[in-house]
């Protein structure tokens, strides 16, 4: 059985990618891309589309190499007969804890003590007017509620807060059901992890953000389900008190220096996933769906096509 690689992830580094050729190659025939192969490998750097698909005509498996899959047309993949499937545990945790991490800062308002700080002001003056928060006893958002989400949701919970949910796939346990409206007008905070979908695209949008006040809003998932100029608009009317943004609807984002004009808005470069063993647990990953073919097995986190 051939793969074929078709590209890597910039932060791959060569000692990355000859340690996953070495664990690949064990196991099957690593070809390059443009040769035909029977298991396509994809990051989220490569449309896997039905003009991709026809340079591979042997092809059976679409294996993309992270949670989200929004890059690979599952309607296309399904009229060719391959199967596709995805990783989202390399890169959970991550995820997880970045998403964590900015509902916190916003919470606290941290973002306007280090813009006290870096002008000289010794701002304690100013905490009550900031009218920072605890994760215990606030109130949590959550839209999207699958491998990541859940775990999200697990940990704002262990930690104190009262977590609200939407997922049409439904809730875990513990979380109360609640429409996107509803949270963003009775939540403290809102944290996106929905897949990107026709449903989800522009979820987030103008007339949503109408009804925030003072909310905590972070998007790690995917760029599109935020419109984002409202929500800019949010921030700077007070709506928001603070806007995380590690994804965005053209990446590389052009305007990444808009960080310096709001104290409450945080934009990282979509890195919310990697971490140092990020790479191990991609091939470790890799290594189990190519077993689990060559056993006649289902790849673990098959999607439905």
């Not at 916003?106 to 009550?128: K, M, T």
């Amino acid at each position: 059985m051939r793969l074929c690689r078709l590209a890597w992830s910039p932060y791959e580094t060569e000692a990355d990618r000859q340690a996953e050729r070495e664990a690949l190659g064990r196991r099957v025939q690593l070809v390059e891309p443009g040769t035909d192969a029977e298991i396509l490998v994809a990051p989220s750097n490569v449309r896997v589309d039905a003009a991709c698909l026809s340079a591979y005509p042997s092809a059976r498996v679409v294996q993309t190499t992270t949670s989200g899959f929004d890059h690979v047309d599952l309607e296309a993949a399904g009229r060719a007969g391959l199967r596709v499937a995805r990783l989202p545990m390399a890169r959970r945790d991550a995820v997880v804890e970045v998403s964590l991490s900015l509902v916190l800062a916003g919470l606290h308002r941290l973002g306007a003590l280090r813009v006290a700080a870096e002008q000289g002001r010794w701002a304690r003056a100013e905490l009550a007017g900031l009218g920072g928060l605890n994760l215990a006893g606030a109130r949590v958002g959550v839209i999207g509620l699958g491998v990541i989400g859940r775990r999200f949701a697990e940990l704002c919970r262990v930690l104190g807060a009262e977590v609200l949910g939407a997922d049409p796939q439904g809730l875990p346990e513990g979380v109360h059901p609640a429409t996107p409206e509803g949270m963003v007008r009775s939540c403290d905070a809102l944290s996106i992890h929905a897949s990107l979908s026709p449903g989800s695209r522009g979820l987030v949008n103008a007339e949503l953000l109408g009804g925030a006040r003072a909310l905590v809003l972070v998007n790690t998932a995917r760029g599109d389900i935020l419109d984002l100029p409202a929500a800019l608009a949010a921030l700077d009317e007070g709506r928001l008190a603070f806007l995380g943004l590690d994804v965005f609807p053209q990446e590389p984002w052009p305007e990444m220096s808009t960080a310096r004009d709001n104290p409450g808005l945080a934009l990282f470069p979509h890195a919310a996933g990697y971490h140092r063993d990020l790479a191990r647990l991609i091939r470790q990953g890799l290594a189990e769906s190519v077993d689990a073919l060559l056993r006649g097995e289902a790849m673990p986190w098959e999607l439905t096509v």
